[in-house]
């Protein structure tokens, strides 16, 4: 209800005429990839790639859209030698909330299942340098099981701490640090763990130019632990991806590239699809094993909405114990999610919320412990991003 209140209060409040006209409508690709400066640009039009900006030199975007009273600078005498550093004030500004700092933005290079929108007053979002922070937490209700008895409620809290960094033009290192939780009430008959928790590192570098081709390479280490054992071989996943994608023009992107995640099963995720921007409000990203749509609603209280629709293919594995020798063990638990969202975008500031429906959920264990499966539910999920 919280979710549906606020796409009601926004389409309401929005102003659907404030779209900056920096936001491109040409659909034509740029001869050469060589953009005229914006300012010569026909009202109304601009570039999407903005690649009159070159790919070595990040554009700055403004860090905060409403007013703030909170000092935006560390004062050196109340720190030692080691915090008087500007890399090390820097650094712990941008992962300061209450700081209204700028922040830097690559405009020709885009994580096609990143959370950065090609809709905005601010026209699109690049991928973002320097540190930032996410927490998400999301509810799912309780419902019955089959395979076994009783019911599952499950409630996740995902929170990680990023930093991204240009090591030269056209090559991007980012580094986040996940700490994600899940608690599982139920079901009954199986001792399923109570609270499993994923501590991992996700090391991507990102390849990049002022052409029309960019990709991604990342590897990602996880622990995923219970805490009614000690660390073994199934406490550890070890996932990968590659990912390239091509800009064929202002209007479309093709997206094609391949997932290891090691589970239970090790799996092989086929990773692609088509991006779609008609126009300065729609965005339709149609992957897998994530895809959106979404719309541009316009400016409210100086910051940006946007109401979407979302879908996701999730599968994780965390250590277990064996229900019948008391030993460790190793579940994966699988579903897919549609979502219906909306998105508070002011800066530095991203606050969303989301509810839907969850459905296909799987539970399996490489051990003797049989499988069992859990009803359809709904989700309601609230987020943070800065």
Not at 185 to 207: E, N
Not at 211 to 225: D, K, M
Request: net charge negative; hydrophobic share 40%.
């Amino acid at each position: 209800m919280w979710t549906v209140w606020l796409m009601i209060v926004s389409i309401l409040g929005t102003d659907p005429a404030i779209v900056d006209p920096q936001i491109r409508t040409s659909t034509t690709k740029p001869s050469g990839w060589a953009s005229p400066a914006i300012e010569s640009e026909p009202p109304g039009t601009s570039n999407l790639f903005l690649v009159n900006t070159p790919f070595s030199e990040p554009s700055v975007k403004p860090g905060q859209a409403l007013a703030d009273n909170f000092q935006d600078t560390f004062c050196e005498s109340c720190f030692d030698s080691f915090f008087a550093d500007p890399d090390v004030q820097q650094l712990i500004a941008e992962m300061n909330p209450f700081v209204p700092l700028n922040y830097e933005v690559l405009p020709n290079y885009f994580d096609p299942f990143g959370w950065q929108m090609l809709t905005g007053s601010q026209g699109p979002q690049g991928f973002r340098l320097g540190g930032s922070t996410f927490n998400q937490i999301n509810l799912l209700p309780a419902s019955p099981a089959s395979g076994t008895m009783g019911n599952m409620k499950v409630v996740e809290w995902s929170s990680n701490a990023r930093f991204s960094h240009l090591i030269q033009p056209g090559v991007l290192f980012d580094g986040t640090f996940w700490f994600n939780a899940r608690w599982w009430d139920g079901p009954g008959g199986i001792a399923v763990p109570g609270q499993v928790d994923q501590i991992s590192t996700d090391l991507l570098l990102g390849l990049f130019d002022d052409g029309p081709w960019s990709a991604q390479l990342a590897f990602h280490p996880q622990v995923v632990n219970t805490y009614d054992s000690r660390l073994d071989k199934n406490a550890f996943n070890f996932d990968g991806r590659a990912i390239v994608t091509y800009t064929a023009s202002t209007d479309w992107r093709f997206v094609g590239g391949v997932a290891f995640w090691d589970r239970v099963d090790g799996l092989i995720i086929p990773s692609g699809g088509v991006i779609w921007t008609p126009n300065n409000r729609w965005e339709i990203r149609a992957l897998f094993p994530k895809g959106r749509i979404s719309y541009f609603l316009g400016q409210w209280q100086q910051a940006d909405f946007w109401v979407y629709g979302q879908y996701e293919y999730i599968v994780e594995a965390y250590q277990a114990i064996n229900s019948d020798l008391g030993s460790s063990d190793r579940i994966q638990v699988q579903d897919q999610r549609i979502t219906a969202g909306l998105r508070w975008d002011a800066g530095r500031y991203s606050v969303f919320t989301e509810t839907g429906y969850v459905f296909d959920r799987q539970a399996k264990f490489a051990g003797s412990t049989p499988p069992f499966s859990v009803a359809p539910t709904a989700i309601f999920s609230v987020g943070l991003r800065y």
